[in-house]
């Protein structure tokens, strides 16, 4: 039995429907009327009464509201408010429900993207959207967020952001540049990574940049082609024509780079990032209160001394090599590429054709965005010293005789006199680095004739305290072995190969 309710409830409940209906609830209450049996008329007349009381006394209430347009008017207002605070509260309730949704949102897009990456380089980075068609016709793994990109560089978001972040002033700089001297005289900027972005460089470079094939026309830093290669088509001809790109590095900037990317099928998010790790900032260092700091002063561009460097020049080049290649067969011209040196031969060709040849060749050089060399154009016909990349291809593949005397000279003066006195090209400093290096030179054009003369220089070298065997496993191929799921020892060997050849070549030539 339910506890009996107090004088003022039974007053309260009196007042909002009738006595009657408020006794008949007391002894249904108290168990004089049975609930779960059928009602009798007096039953159903009583409740009946009650709810057409509660009606009209709603109604009046609404009369006497209606009656007076004050009163109505307020009426009005309030259910106006009413229904004004309910939206209110469930605006509020869905609010904090899409406030909390964004947050979490925002928390994964976090986890898993960089939106911003310095000035002028960061508009493209949310667009994520590749061309898998693409990627699958090179066969190249696809990079839905930057979060896989970076699980694949074997590093964590926030080391991704570090790698590629675009600072125009900073205290870390990426790259330790030293200047190289040439052969030809003068100096070369050599920018070497750090072995971070070294790391995520080789990465990039043997297995995404090595996936794709470079034109037949190019030998520059591939493997199974060298100077060697990039001469043999231009052996016996009545003409061969060298011509230099100016400024090769420097003009492949930023822009260009992401475009490379973007045609094998990458996003321009993607792409963005893989070109900023792939290219540098030239900048000056200045010291203020005693701290160094790197200050932008040029254009980004590819870095001479990054692995990934010589594969993105031939994948640029890709589409000059096929236009240059179809005009030299148009005139009857054989056509070779090796980095930046550039090289036309014919047999029995004619002034008017290398004419031509030549206006078009220019015009197609500006067309795809690069400077020729105006001081470097070399015209050798039949009869003269044709030499292609250091290679002499008169008659065949060989070397200046000169040079070779010469080296053989020095050879003799080293078992002979010893260090005092010799000199290689005139000059004496790094005498024996300069001397072993042309050995190997003489020893991939001839390996046959000359690995004889380079043994004997390696013997004269250790003779001499010189640590002349260089190792090519690097830091960051190390630690790429290290970042591997499973022993690859056969993979390894390759990218060894891979990476010994294209350091054995980066400056191979002049």
């Known amino acids: 039995m339910s506890r009996p309710a107090s004088r003022q409830d039974l007053y309260d409940q009196i007042r909002q ?77 869905q609010r904090e ?8 949102e925002w928390e994964k897009r976090k986890a898993e993207e960089i939106f911003y ?26 990079f839905k967020d930057h979060l ?22 900073s205290k870390v700089n990426h790259y330790k540049r030293f200047l190289m001297p040439k052969k030809t005289g003068g100096y070369r900027q050599i920018s070497a990574p750090m072995p971070s972005l070294k790391q995520a460089q080789l990465k990039i470079y043997l297995q995404l940049l090595n996936q794709v094939e470079s034109h037949s026309a190019a030998h520059g830093f591939l493997m199974k082609k060298s100077i060697v290669s990039n001469a043999g088509p231009h052996v016996g001809c009545d003409v061969v024509m060298n011509l230099d790109l100016k400024d090769f590095f420097p003009s492949l900037n930023f822009p260009r780079v992401i475009g490379a990317f973007r045609e094998l099928g990458y996003s321009h998010g993607i792409a963005t990032i893989l070109a900023l790790i792939c290219t540098e900032q030239p900048t000056t260092e200045a010291s203020i209160d005693g701290e160094s700091w790197h200050i932008a002063d040029g254009e980004r561009c590819l870095p001479q001394g990054a692995p990934t460097s010589p594969s993105i020049t031939n994948l640029i080049c890709r589409r000059l090599d096929a236009r240059l290649t ?6 009857g011209f054989n056509y070779t590429r090796y980095a930046d040196d550039m090289t036309f031969s014919a047999k029995g060709e004619s002034k008017e054709n290398r004419s031509k040849l030549l206006w078009q060749v220019k015009k197609v050089i500006s067309e795809e965005g690069f400077t ?19 290679v002499v291809v008169n008659d065949k593949v060989s070397v200046c005789r000169k040079k ?10 080293l078992s002979k006199k010893g260090l005092q006195g010799a000199s290689w090209d005139g000059k004496t400093e790094r005498l024996l680095a300069r001397a072993l290096g042309y050995g190997r030179f003489l020893s991939m054009v001839d390996r046959g004739r000359f690995m004889p003369m380079l043994k004997q220089m390696e013997s004269l070298a250790t003779q001499y305290g010189y640590q002349h065997e260089i190792r090519f496993q690097t830091k960051a191929a190390i630690v790429l072995e290290k970042n591997s799921t499973t022993p690859q020892p056969q993979k390894r060997s390759q990218e060894e190969g891979i990476f010994k050849k294209l350091i054995g070549r980066w400056f191979g030539k002049k």
């Open 97 to 104: 429900n899409d406030r909390k949704q964004r947050a979490a």
């Open 17 to 93: 429907s009738s006595r009657d209906e408020v006794v008949l609830d007391e002894m249904i209450r108290l168990g004089f009327w049975k609930n779960d049996t059928a009602h009798d008329a007096p039953a159903d007349l009583i409740k009946r009464k009650g709810e057409i009381r509660k009606e009209l006394a709603k109604l009046m209430k609404q009369q006497r509201i209606f009656s007076s347009k004050e009163e109505a008017l307020k009426e009005i207002h309030r259910i106006r408010m009413e229904e004004s605070r309910k939206r209110q509260a469930e605006l509020k309730v």
């Open 326 to 331: 179809g005009i030299a067969k148009k005139h």
């Open 372 to 390: 020729l060399h105006p001081d470097k154009l070399r015209i050798m016909h039949k009869g003269q010293h044709q030499e292609v990349t250091g």
């Open 148 to 169: 896989k990109l970076a699980e694949f560089l074997s590093v964590s978001l926030g080391g991704l952001k570090f790698l590629s972040y675009a600072r125009k002033v």
């Open 117 to 142: 990456l310095g000035p002028e380089v960061s508009y493209h980075l949310s667009k994520l959207e590749s061309n898998s068609e693409k990627l699958e016709k090179y066969g190249l793994p696809d």
């Open 404 to 413: 070779v005397r010469k080296y053989r000279a020095l050879l003799h003066h």
